[in-house]
Every structure is written in structure tokens, then in C-alpha cells.
């Protein structure tokens, strides 16, 4: 049996003799040496740069920033409107509040917000298509705040859902409250994909594997990729200090794709309804924080 009594808890005075509190003064020395050392392994083995306190505040006001705009674009929806339009909003409430979309000219993508509706699965270009009652309506932001990069994306309605978009919405969800629920040290990065993977599937759904999260914060698209299918145990480790995207594309049909020839627009093969729910997560010593948070009920 272990004598818990060895150990020195974190309320406890410091062994050293400081007379201050174990966690105020030794621990925190040895958490810091751990970063170090962490920052340098993961940097080294993975290519992920680890994100320390003022860089998290950064990313969390851009994501304050995010969903204010998403909360701005979903007082718009309605039928009637061009998707473009949508694209006039986010553009126009980005550079009002001091930042800039992150999609404009990345990778010669025309426009400031990605805005995929029913079968297009992501990377819609905004344009001439007017939103239709009944309609679903994918809108991605990411705005560069102060240098820093935060990610988010919802699928909202357009006038009355029928049921299959009911459902699919439900689903994708659901997917992105499974997937940040296995955010922890410890767990991995097929721990994610596995809860996002079984729910989807079992709801008669497919999974999109040609897009996935990402790591983000200091730039768009940084490592590691998260794949939104997996194996349990499987890929990389969580440690605290990882920021990265959770962002499932979930069809209601097969999980097949094409590219149209704009290069960017991705659509279900079978022309099912697809859709999409993205929040940046920080790993955290003991679970997850999102930094763009959202309900996900
Ligand atoms: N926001 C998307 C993502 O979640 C990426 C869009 S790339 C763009 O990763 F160029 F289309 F904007
Ligand atoms: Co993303
Ligand atoms: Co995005």
C-alpha cells in the first residue's frame, strides 16, 4: 500500500523551508521545469509550440472576437439573403474591431469567411447564393487579433429546419461536445477522433476525412492534425498547453467528397447534407478550457 502521508500536497508548507505554501514555491518551480522541458520535446519531436499564459489570453480574446461575430452573423440569417452578404458582415466587423479575417488571400482564398450551405461540406465561397428557407448554413471565422489566431465555426438554420437537417445538425453537435469531453492530459489524439467517430456512426452518419483540426493560436494552421475518426490510444499526447481546433464535418450520407473547380468548395459526393460545429481548445492540468465557448447543450 502507498503512504499517502509521504507526499507533499499543494496547501502544504514547502519542504524547502520557505515558509511558504508547497504550491506557491517548489511545485511551481518543478511545473515550470516540466513546461520547459515539455515546450522543448513536443517542439522538437512534433513541431507543436506549447502556448503559455499570455499567449492563451491572446487567443481568448480573439475568441471573444469570433463569436461576437458569429453572434452577429446569426441576428442576419434569414431567406433572402446572398451569402456574400454574410461575408460583407464578418469582413466589415473584423476590421471594425482592430483584427483581420485570417481566410483573406490565405492560400488565394478570395474572400473573409468560409460559408458552405447544405451540401457543401466546408470552404464555401461566398458569392451570389441566396439562402433558401429550410436551408443550413455553415459560416467559419477566424480572426487574427494582436497577431493571434482563433478558429470557430456553427451550421445555423435558415427560416424552419425539416427534419434531415434537424438530425444532422443534432449530430455534428453532439460530435464536438464528444470530441472536447476527451480533452485531457493523458487521453490522446485518437481518443478525440474515436468519441467523434463512434457517435456519428452510430447515429447512421458519416465522418469527413480529408479536413481535420488543427493546431492554432500563433498561425492558421499549425501542428497537430486532429482527425475527427480514430482509434482509442492512438497519436500523440495530450499535455497541458496544447491549443488546437476540434472541428467535425459530418454528412448526413456517405463520408466521400469532391473539390468543385474553384479549387475550394468541398460537397458530399451523393449530395447529402453535411454539417459543422468548431471551437479552439486549450489542454489544460486537468481537462480542457475552450477559449471560443459556445453551448453545445
Ligand atoms: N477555417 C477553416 C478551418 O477551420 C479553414 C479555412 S481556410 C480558408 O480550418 F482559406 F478557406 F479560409
Ligand atoms: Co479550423
Ligand atoms: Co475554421
New binding site residues.
Given amino acids: 500500500m502507498k503512504n499517502r502521508k509521504l507526499k507533499v500536497h499543494r496547501n502544504d508548507p514547502c519542504p524547502c523551508g520557505s515558509g511558504k505554501k508547497y504550491k506557491r514555491c517548489c511545485l511551481r518551480k518543478e511545473n515550470s521545469k516540466d513546461m520547459e522541458a515539455d515546450k522543448e520535446l513536443y517542439l522538437k519531436k512534433y513541431s507543436i509550440r506549447l502556448k503559455e499564459e499570455k499567449d492563451i489570453n491572446s487567443i481568448r480574446k480573439a475568441g471573444r472576437l469570433a463569436l461576437d461575430t458569429l453572434d452577429l452573423v446569426e441576428s442576419q440569417i434569414r431567406p433572402g439573403i446572398a451569402t456574400d452578404d454574410i461575408n460583407t458582415l464578418v469582413h466589415n466587423f473584423t476590421i471594425k474591431n482592430g483584427a483581420t479575417p485570417?481566410?483573406l488571400n490565405?492560400?488565394g482564398?478570395p474572400k473573409s469567411v468560409?460559408v458552405s450551405v447544405n451540401e457543401v461540406i466546408?470552404?464555401g465561397i461566398p458569392g451570389e447564393r441566396i439562402l433558401k428557407d429550410g436551408d443550413i448554413v455553415n459560416v467559419?471565422v477566424?480572426p487574427i487579433l494582436n497577431g493571434y489566431y482563433s478558429?470557430i465555426?456553427k451550421t445555423f438554420f435558415v427560416g424552419t429546419p425539416r427534419p434531415d437537417a434537424q438530425k444532422i445538425v443534432r449530430v455534428a453537435r453532439k460530435c464536438l461536445k464528444r470530441g472536447m469531453a476527451a480533452v485531457r492530459p493523458g487521453n490522446s489524439i485518437g481518443d478525440i477522433g474515436w468519441a467523434i467517430q463512434s457517435y456519428a456512426e452510430g447515429q447512421g452518419c458519416s465522418v469527413v476525412r480529408e479536413f481535420v483540426g488543427?493546431g492554432v493560436g500563433f498561425g492558421?494552421?499549425e501542428p497537430p492534425q486532429v482527425p475527427h475518426y480514430g482509434r482509442k490510444g492512438e497519436g500523440i499526447i495530450l499535455i497541458p498547453g496544447m491549443v488546437f481546433?476540434i472541428?467535425p464535418m459530418i454528412n448526413l450520407g456517405k463520408k466521400d467528397l469532391n473539390i468543385l473547380d474553384d479549387n475550394?468548395t468541398a460537397v458530399t459526393r451523393d449530395s447529402s447534407l453535411s454539417a459543422q460545429f468548431?471551437q479552439t481548445i486549450l489542454v489544460t492540468d486537468n481537462g480542457f478550457e475552450s477559449l471560443t465557448p459556445f453551448d453545445l447543450q
Fill in positions: 485570417a481566410p490565405y492560400r482564398f468560409c466546408c470552404h467559419d477566424t478558429d465555426n488543427h492558421f494552421h481546433t472541428e475550394w468548431e
